[in-house]
Each structure stands twice: as structure tokens, then as C-alpha cells.
């Protein structure tokens, strides 16, 4: 009602429009004139640190994960304050949307088994790689983006963008994760869907020489390769979707580049006790090679 009567004081004035309210000017009067509560004040202090975190988060962040950032930089806070404020603030999290199949089963008599079986979670890093790849529309043509990601910790070991959906477009992604995961692999289990670009004789070979143990999801079951999915699915709302659209593939791959930094060492992921991949692997696995720098 106070703000009701300042937004349209200077038009009717104050007197008469607390005669048509039936509420006395004095109330209003004192309204303006009393302090703020402590809510108020409070409110004032963390609103900046909410849009903060949220901005340099890509603007994906939830009420959860922001209350869990704002916990990790030593603010107390309750979760249904932060709820709060994002709805004053007009800030929500992103929304995954739906998700277009991009890997054609190849037509082979003969398959690597699946030896996940839905088994997601690997003792330690490098013990099980899951891969898979999408597309983004881009104003030059569509590009392809292929990921390999460490089933213990979400750790991106690799990923690679291309115009095109040849074997070499998944092929430089392993590459790059084998560089950054220096060898041996031995025990490695790399665990993809039935798609003719991982079951290739390249990438089967380079696999194999490697000492890489391949396993391929079965047929008729959605949730054979769910954790790359997943990582894809984030990559698609928080980064595709909400900076989009790309002029092209050099535009995509800067900005992968560092949706990818952000997500190893800074995002927030809830399987692993709302920590960023690399800093689970660093403090629950001490004794594992950490991964370089440049790469993620």
C-alpha cells in the first residue's frame, strides 16, 4: 500500500488518496520515515552476491547451487533466503529441453559387450570413460561437439568441435583425453554408445593400442551411456542454448572452451557433494595424476 501511495502521490496526492484507502496519512508518513527491518538490510547485502554468482556462473545456477556457492565463499545463509531473493531478482536456473539423437547404430555383426551395465560409478579417475557427441545449429551450418568424460568425478578429459560427423571428429577427443590422462591405462574401460563413429576401425585401433578396454551400450536400453548424456544435456542448456545463436564453428569452440574450464574446475555438481570435478579428484584421490591445466 506504501508504494502504491508514492508511485502516484504526485498526481493525486497523498491526503486523498488515503481518504479513498481509509488509511490515515500519518501511517503512511511514518511507513517512509521508520527504519528498515533487519530482513530488509540483510536482503540489500546478499541481493548483489546472488546476481554475482549467478552471472558468473552462466546463468545456470538454481537457488541450490547458488545457496551452495554462497556457502563455499563463507556466507551463511538459509536456502529458502536465496530462493527468495531469486524470485525478486527475476533470476532461475536453466532448463534442460529436449534432446535429438545424433549417433547412427552402426550395422555390425559383432560388437564390443557392455561391460557398464548402467554402473556408473567407478572406484577411482580413470577407470571408466563415457563418450558421446551432439550437434549445434550454427549460422554457417551445424557442427558437431564429441566429449569424454571421467565417470568418477564428471572430469571433461577430452572433447572436440567439427563440421563434420567423421570418425576424426571423436577420434581428436580421445587423443586429447589420452594426453591429458598421461598412461598407463591399464583396467581403462571406455564406454560409448553403438555409434558407427566409436566403433570404427580408427578408433577401435587407437583404443586397443592404448590398452583400453571399449564397451558399447545395448541395444534398447536408454540409459546405457545416461552420464554422457547428462554432461551433454548441461552442456546443451547452459551454454548452446542460453548464449546462442553461433555465427560459426570457431565462435562454438572459444566459447566450449571455456564453458568446459568452468565446468572442470568451478561448477558445482550435486553426485559428487556439490564440488567441481577437479576438486573432488584432488581432494578425494590425492594419489591420482592430476590432469593439465590447459586442457579443461
Avoid at 587423443?175 to 553403438?194: F, I, N, Y
Avoid at 558445482?268 to 577437479?278: C, E
Amino acid at each position: 500500500m506504501t508504494r502504491f501511495i508514492e508511485t502516484n502521490r504526485s498526481c493525486f496526492g497523498v491526503e486523498p488518496i488515503c481518504r479513498v484507502l481509509q488509511v490515515a496519512p500519518s501511517s503512511y508518513y511514518a511507513t517512509r520515515s521508520r527504519p528498515l527491518s533487519a530482513r530488509k538490510q540483510r536482503d540489500e547485502q546478499l541481493g548483489p552476491e546472488v546476481r554475482r554468482i549467478h552471472v558468473e556462473h552462466f546463468g545456470v545456477y538454481g537457488a541450490r547451487k547458488v545457496w551452495r556457492q554462497l556457502r563455499r565463499e563463507g556466507q551463511v545463509v538459509a536456502r529458502c533466503t536465496v530462493e527468495r531473493l531469486m524470485r525478486t531478482l527475476g533470476l532461475a536456473g536453466a532448463v534442460r529441453g529436449k534432446r535429438w539423437r545424433t549417433t547412427i547404430p552402426a550395422d555390425l555383426a559383432e560388437r564390443p559387450r557392455d561391460l557398464v551395465e548402467r554402473n556408473f560409478h567407478p572406484p577411482a579417475p580413470n577407470r571408466l570413460w563415457v563418450a558421446d557427441l551432439t550437434y549445434v545449429r550454427t549460422w554457417s551450418g551445424f557442427a558437431y561437439v564429441a566429449f569424454i568424460i571421467d565417470a568418477c568425478s564428471r572430469f571433461i578429459v577430452g572433447w572436440q568441435a567439427s563440421r563434420s560427423l567423421r570418425s576424426d571428429l571423436t577420434l581428436d577427443a580421445l587423443e586429447m583425453a589420452l594426453w591429458a590422462r598421461k598412461g598407463p591405462h591399464d583396467g581403462l574401460v571406455h564406454h560409448s554408445d553403438r555409434g558407427v563413429q566409436y566403433l570404427s576401425i580408427r578408433y577401435t585401433e587407437r583404443l586397443a593400442e592404448a590398452g583400453v578396454v571399449t564397451s558399447v551400450g545395448s541395444r534398447g536400453d536408454s540409459y546405457d551411456n545416461a552420464m554422457a548424456e547428462s554432461v551433454i544435456g548441461l552442456y546443451k542448456t547452459e551454454l548452446v542454448r542460453s548464449r546462442g545463436p553461433w555465427r560459426g564453428l570457431d565462435d562454438l569452440e572459444l566459447a566450449t572452451l571455456e564453458w568446459v574450464d568452468w565446468f572442470n574446475h568451478r561448477r558445482l555438481l550435486g553426485p559428487i557433494g556439490y564440488l567441481p570435478p577437479a576438486e573432488y579428484e584432488r581432494t578425494r584421490y590425492p594419489e591420482q595424476p592430476q590432469p593439465l591445466a590447459g586442457i579443461a
